[in-house]
């Protein structure tokens, strides 16, 4: 069908970036899934396009992405990612070079993570239920410790004199004693505009999601300069909306506290890396790696939407992976685009398929393959949508 053919309906020009180890199993089953919606929901038209970036790329072109790949990607309306990271390449070079690269490119600056326990999903948590697992982690995405200004110097090139003013000349400040041979360092950075942005969607979330209390992550205790000025911000903020109860957390009580009492918590708002540590405990405590999307949003921008797990080189191929975190992250795309009704039917679709529990992967006690698990999901679009026509 013609994409225009219609015009009270806009397609969305949607990237694919499948990348590597189980990146492109997980996004075929993604896309499949989104197809099937599109087939079932005429108002719903997507238009795919892929883009070959990830290790056998970097390999072939010694390319990660060039400046006018990412103008390509600007482009589209939102960029659907597989996952990135492959043993063939240095760690670090596909990560940074890629998966950081567009995040700050098209300055996603919030790292949008629901912690949902969907019915039917063994939760590692003793007596937890559904209604006791639902809530957002909103990561700051763009700052931090993720900034990239570090270095390492070996006292064989300089002599520790030099090394003292060669750090002092990057004027941050710092009064370090080199004892010992080399040195690394690395700085986090916080700005208040920075902050303020990523703070203010995580108020303006928990009111569009009907939640009543936001939670605000940091280490001000111990790296007083970067997070008290954050800390600061949330406190401005969190004048703005007196609906909206506040309180602080330290990171290391905040994850033993998501194992103990995961209920208390509606949205999480946190600078970026422990934003990156939360979130793997998150994942867990809501069933698994498998089951948990990301999407890394500018809201007046492209967003880019992925699951939070990595290419998991060691099942790569094997058609055994759980889609299910990268169905999810579709979903987050379709609400990201304003397509509520398309995003509600395929949150549902993959709800039913995890309570009725016949076909499910090995990472949640079953047998099916990746792509068995896309066509259930499929079909059971087929099917809420069939039910919604005769009523
Ligand atoms: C994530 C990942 C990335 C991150 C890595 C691959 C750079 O762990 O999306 O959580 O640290 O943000
Ligand atoms: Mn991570």
């Known amino acids: 069908m013609n994409i225009h053919q219609n015009c009270d309906s806009v397609a969305y020009k949607i990237a694919v970036i499948p990348g590597d180890g189980i990146g492109p199993e997980v996004i075929r089953e993604g896309v499949k899934v989104l197809q099937t919606l599109q087939d079932c929901m005429p108002e719903v038209k997507l238009e795919f396009v892929y883009f070959p970036y990830g290790a056998d790329h970097y390999l072939k072109t010694g ?3 060039s400046e006018e790949g990412l103008k390509e990607l600007s482009k589209f309306d939102a960029i659907y990612l597989g996952a990135l990271g492959d043993p063939r390449v240095p760690p670090g070079i596909l990560e940074q070079g890629i998966l950081l690269k567009i995040r700050f490119y098209f300055e996603q600056f919030v790292n949008l993570r629901p912690v949902k326990l969907y019915p039917g999903v063994p939760c590692p948590l003793v007596g937890k239920k559904p209604e006791d697992v639902n809530f957002y982690i909103v990561r700051e ?4 410790f993720y ?3 570090g270095g390492r110097i070996r006292e064989k090139r300089r002599t520790e004199h030099e090394i003292k003013r060669s750090i002092y000349s990057i004027k941050f400040g710092l009064d370090l004693e080199v004892d010992g041979d080399e040195i690394a360092y690395q700085i986090g950075v916080i700005s208040r505009k920075g902050a303020e942005r990523v703070i203010r969607y995580a108020f303006e979330l928990a009111r569009r999601k009907g939640k009543k209390r936001v939670t605000n992550v940091d280490k001000a205790n111990v790296l007083t300069h970067v997070y008290s000025l ?5 406190e401005k903020i969190a004048k703005e909306y007196p609906d909206i109860e506040t309180e602080h957390a330290f990171v290391d009580a905040i994850s033993m506290w998501f194992v103990k009492n995961p209920e208390w918590y509606q949205v999480v708002v946190t600078p970026n890396m422990f934003g990156d540590i939360i979130t793997d405990l998150g994942a867990m405590i809501q069933g698994g790696m498998g089951l ?3 999407g890394n ?6 967003s880019m939407f992925e699951p939070i797990h990595g290419s998991a080189p060691k099942y790569a191929g094997k058609n055994v992976a759980n889609p299910i975190a990268t169905i999810l992250a579709g979903h987050l ?3 990201q685009l ?13 709800a039913e398929v995890l309570r009725e529990g016949k076909v499910r992967t090995r990472d949640l006690g079953g047998s099916s393959s990746t792509s068995e698990v896309g066509d259930a999901i499929a079909n059971k679009i087929r099917e809420i949508c069939g039910i919604r026509h005769q009523a």
């Not at 949003?297 to 492209?302: D, K, M, S, V």
């Not at 397509?339 to 039917?345: D, F």
């Open 141 to 144: 995405n763009t700052e931090d």
């Open 338 to 350: 304003g397509e509520t009704k398309a995003a509600e039917v395929l949150e549902k679709a993959v």
């Open 230 to 234: 954050w800390r600061e911000v949330f």
């Open 147 to 149: 900034v990239g200004i």
């Open 63 to 65: 390319e990660t992405i």
């Open 333 to 335: 795309m379709l609400e």
């Open 292 to 294: 948990a999307p990301g």
């Open 297 to 302: 949003i500018n809201p007046e921008g492209i």
